[in-house]
Structures are given as structure tokens and as C-alpha cells.
């Protein structure tokens, strides 16, 4: 029995999660055969921070099932900006939709909504806590890629601290036998100690932490790259300090391994070059791709169409 929510990215068992991938896989060969089922159906997107990605794929993944959208992308258009709780909120929007895809910049948002809602929740980022969605479309990404999500070493590149991407991915991962970490940061932005404590060393994970990119490009399977997340910082100059810590081009993928594959949850900024783009590893438009695919088969379990 599938969890109801998806708040975080262990509320599924890893057989479940197989189960989500499935359904990907068949969704991806006969898109046609899944275009109906969600006839009748409503998602509400209600998105309290940017997105382009997340909202497009969840909005593009609900009309290629056959349903419809109702939501807000700008948080002054809806009555948060006249003072109504979130409560309040998901309650109301809960009586009018079927499923709800929620973003907002407060960590453990999308549990409390949770807490108020007649219908299933999907937390589409909390503020800089988890971004459980992300990390179905980075495995299914990996497993298609990759022939399976065992036995790699992952190099985790940029903003570990505030990356929300970043700690879904880990604990994601952190189940899998044979996983290894190399994370990649620049002190001030290592991993927090909790992810670390909690499931990397809990479960005797191989892993290390390093300051140079340069020294590692050679030990990994994988390659996720992240933004340094200008809006999580408190301080616009500690930002503009860190900002192009990590700037992945050409000359350092010559040192990556043949088989290797670059990743990114986008947007990026600065930290990958627009020519590593033209190299068979780069992988992060691929995995844009396979993100609406994986929303499309959540969002069909956990409506319970299928
Ligand atoms: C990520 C996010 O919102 O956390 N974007 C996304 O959903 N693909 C990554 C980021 O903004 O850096």
C-alpha cells in the first residue's frame, strides 16, 4: 500500500519506489495507453517560490494523463498575501482538486499541509530541506542510465548545505548496497551534519569530503551539479564570494571517466560550462525529461488509477 504523501524522499520503501519506476518505464514505451487515466482529474499546484522545471513537468505530467490544473505560480495573486494560513489554504484547495503539488520556502511546510489535506500532498521543494520529486526523476535518471542504482560512487558538486535536491539525493541513495559519496564543497557549504550523521555514517557509507573539484573528477560514476543557492544565503556577500566555486568545462571532464554522467537538477548558473553540453555524459537535459515521466507515474499511484 502506497504511502498517501510524498513528503520526503523515504515516506516509499525502495520496492516501491521500483514500483513508481515501472510504471515510468511503461508510460515512457506506450505514452498513449496512459493519456485518459487521469480523465476528471484535478492537480493543484500551488508553487510559493519560482519554479519553471518542477511546475511545467508536474502541469505537463497531469495534462498528458488526460486531467486538468488549477494553481498559482506567484504567491501575491492568492489569499496567502491577505494573511490566510497555510492550513486554511490546503484545506480549501483540497475540496477542489484530486492532488496537490506544493512549493514553499518554509522547511516542513509540505508535512504540515499534510496534516490539513483531504488529498494526497507532493512536496515539490520546502525551503532548503528536501526535494523529494527531484530525486525520483535523479534515480530513474541513474537506473536508465547507469543499469541500475547499485554499486556507484556519487560526486556531489556545489551548494550541499542549502541544496535541497542535495539531501533528498543523499538519503535517496544512502539505501542502495554499494553506494559511495564524494562530496564536493567549499567548507562553508558542506552537507549538513544531521544528512551525514543520520545516513551516511549510520549506514557505514564509504564517503569523503573534498574542496577541489579537480582532485576527484577521475573517482566517480556520476556527476550532480548544483546552483549555489543565492536565496537560502543570509548574506548577499558571503554569496557573491562563493558563487563560481565550481565551474565544470571542458578541460576537467577530460579527466572524468568515459562512462561517467553529469547531472544537474537546473537551473544552472555558472557551474557547468554551456560546451559540456555537446558531450555524450552530460545528462541533465535528460534528466528533465525523465522527471515529467516519473511525475506522471507518482501522481497515477498515488491517485490510485492504476
Ligand atoms: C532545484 C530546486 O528547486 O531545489 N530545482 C528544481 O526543482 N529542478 C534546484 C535549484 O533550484 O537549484
Known amino acids: 500500500m502506497m504511502n498517501k504523501h510524498l513528503i520526503d524522499p523515504m515516506d516509499f520503501s525502495v520496492e516501491e519506489l521500483d514500483e513508481i519506476f515501472e510504471l515510468a518505464h511503461q508510460i515512457i514505451n506506450d505514452p498513449k495507453k496512459f493519456s485518459k487515466i487521469c480523465d476528471g482529474k484535478i492537480l493543484g499546484t500551488l508553487f510559493y517560490e519560482p519554479s519553471t522545471r518542477t511546475k511545467f513537468s508536474f502541469e505537463a505530467a497531469m495534462m498528458r494523463l488526460g486531467g486538468k490544473i488549477l494553481g498559482f505560480s506567484e504567491p501575491n495573486s492568492s489569499s496567502a498575501s491577505k494573511g490566510e494560513t497555510l492550513a486554511d489554504t490546503i484545506k480549501m484547495v ?177 557551474e557547468i560550462a554551456v560546451e559540456v553540453d555537446d558531450d555524450n555524459r552530460a545528462a541533465y537535459f535528460k534528466q528533465a525529461e525523465y522527471a515529467m515521466y516519473v511525475r506522471m507515474a507518482l501522481m497515477c499511484k498515488l491517485l490510485g488509477v492504476v
Open 94 to 270: 483540497s475540496i477542489y482538486t484530486d492532488i496537490i503539488a506544493m512549493r514553499h520556502p518554509k522547511e516542513g511546510s509540505a508535512k504540515v499541509a499534510s496534516l490539513y489535506s483531504g488529498v494526497p500532498i507532493i512536496n515539490a521543494g520546502d525551503g532548503g530541506h528536501q526535494h523529494p520529486t527531484q530525486t525520483l526523476a535523479d534515480l530513474l535518471t541513474i537506473e536508465c542510465l547507469k543499469k541500475g542504482l547499485r554499486g556507484h560512487t556519487v560526486g556531489i558538486c556545489g551548494d550541499l548545505k542549502y541544496g535541497r535536491t542535495v539531501h533528498s539525493l543523499i538519503k535517496a541513495m544512502s539505501r542502495y548496497e554499494g553506494t559511495k559519496f564524494v562530496l564536493v564543497s567549499p567548507k562553508e557549504l558542506k552537507v549538513p551534519n544531521y544528512i551525514k550523521q543520520e545516513f551516511i555514517e549510520k549506514n557505514h557509507i564509504e564517503f569523503m569530503e573534498v574542496e577541489r573539484l579537480e582532485d576527484v573528477m577521475e573517482k566517480v560514476d556520476i556527476l550532480y551539479m548544483t546552483r549555489i543557492q543565492r536565496e537560502r544565503f543570509f548574506n548577499e556577500e558571503e554569496y557573491l564570494r562563493l558563487k563560481d566555486s565550481y565551474i565544470l568545462d571542458a578541460e576537467k571532464m577530460k579527466y572524468a571517466r568515459e562512462n561517467m554522467i553529469v547531472m544537474h537538477p537546473l537551473p544552472r548558473v555558472n
